[in-house]
């Protein structure tokens, strides 16, 4: 595994950093911290959020306006993707740049790689597209334009390896993050006006406007349902930085900015599909997730996605243990008949599924994740 040496390469290198989500501006953060204790005058440029920004990434763009979610949300973007394109690919040819690091988002970073190659600047790829789900084919490109792929899902390595491509498995970026609440159930439900004798049933309908308007209403249904059942479950749902409280403020519901804490401190949780279910895992919450789009991106996923599972750790494990619900099968029907057995600890199911959630966490590698991507780093900057 690769680790940094602390005594080669004096001159402070010049790497762009490349996010284009929420979850890769942490990955991203995480990793220019680590590379600070490298080159303390490191000079990071890039497209990134706040977190980024504030381990001294200087931004070119910020994330706020690039996150696209659907192909009808791509479309919308195009003008200032291919802005943001010329760019990055003006600094590739006018600035010393030594190595560009892609951060996931591969929609752009995909076509930004290439460019890099071509200019012969090294290219590490972090948080790989996942391109065993919908696209091997681009498996080329990746081999063609990178020179290591950082994985941080398990059955990754394998793929990549078999075609060719220097690649090395980290673990996930999750391990490196305080995933504890930030106060005892006690205090959180004070805070938050809930009772911590009480149940809770956590929705977390999503970070982005369009998922919002794709699952505030089905999940808040689905609550409703619930609390017919159960009186006494208290229904929370847990607002994104990126969305207005006054947008998802419902009758009935309390709406919390301390997603991590709510999922601690939860009997069960119904979540959108993505990072929130490892989350979910590592905190040991139980839940469903469901997750809708657009019609469009729907017709094209059913003809090139290739794996039969949505939820992160349902891939990982490599069996569907967590229940999940896409597009069509998303109703508030079929989300409370998966709902229900998790109510009680008692039952099976939920047991059942925190000892799927052991599995999963061993598979995951171990913390010092944004250090090992460093050291790959550091080799890469020690080849130019």
């Known amino acids: 595994m690769f ?17 284009g989500e929420s979850s890769g501006d942490a990955w991203g953060a995480d990793l220019a911290s680590e590379l600070r204790k490298k080159w303390p005058d490191l000079s990071l440029l890039g497209t990134g959020g706040p977190l980024m920004e504030r381990q001294g990434v200087e931004l070119i763009e ?4 690039l996150s696209v979610m659907g192909l009808s949300s791509v479309l919308k973007k195009i003008p200032l993707l291919m802005v943001l394109r010329r760019k990055i690919g003006h ?31 090294k290219v590490l790829y972090y948080v790989a ?30 793929f990549f390896k078999n075609r060719g491509i220097e690649v090395s498995f980290v673990g996930h970026p999750l391990l490196d993050q305080t ?21 809770i049933l956590a929705l977390f309908p999503g970070s982005r406007r369009q998922e919002i308007n794709r699952h505030l209403d089905l999940f808040v249904e689905t609550g409703y349902r619930i609390k017919k059942l159960y009186p006494q479950i208290q229904l929370v749902i847990a607002r994104a930085p990126s969305i207005a409280s006054a947008s ?14 709510l999922l601690a401190h939860s009997r069960v949780a119904l979540l959108k599909s993505g990072t929130v279910t490892l989350e979910a895992c590592l905190s040991g919450t139980p839940f469903v997730t469901a997750y809708k789009t657009d019609p469009l991106t729907f017709f094209v996923a059913k003809r090139v996605v290739k794996v039969k599972s949505i939820s992160i750790p349902n891939l990982v494990a490599g069996k569907k243990q967590v229940p999940e619900m896409l597009q069509g099968e998303a109703t508030p029907e079929n989300l409370l008949m998966k709902l229900i057995p998790l109510l009680k600890t008692e039952n099976r199911e939920y047991q059942d599924m925190l000892d799927y959630f052991t599995l999963v966490r061993s598979k995951l590698g171990s913390p010092g994740v944004a250090r090992r991507v460093a050291g790959i780093v550091d080799s890469l900057i020690a080849e130019t």
């Open 3 to 19: 680790d940094i040496d602390q005594t080669r390469h004096l001159k402070s290198p010049t790497i762009l950093l490349l996010a």
């Open 129 to 158: 597209p996942k391109v065993w789900a919908w696209g091997s084919n681009r498996s080329k490109i990746l081999a063609k334009n990178t020179d290591h792929i950082a994985v941080i899902l398990p059955f990754e390595k394998e």
């Open 91 to 121: 600094m590739l040819v006018r600035d010393q740049i030594d190595l560009v690091i892609a951060i996931d988002f591969a929609g752009f970073n995909m076509s930004i790689i290439r460019l890099a190659h071509r200019r012969k600047i």
């Open 62 to 65: 910020r994330i706020e306006r």
């Open 248 to 261: 998802i403020h419902t009758e009935g519901f309390e709406v919390v900015d301390d997603g991590r804490g």
């Open 179 to 199: 995933l504890l609440p930030s106060m005892p159930k006690t205090e959180f439900c004070q805070k938050w006006d809930l009772d911590p004798q009480q149940p």
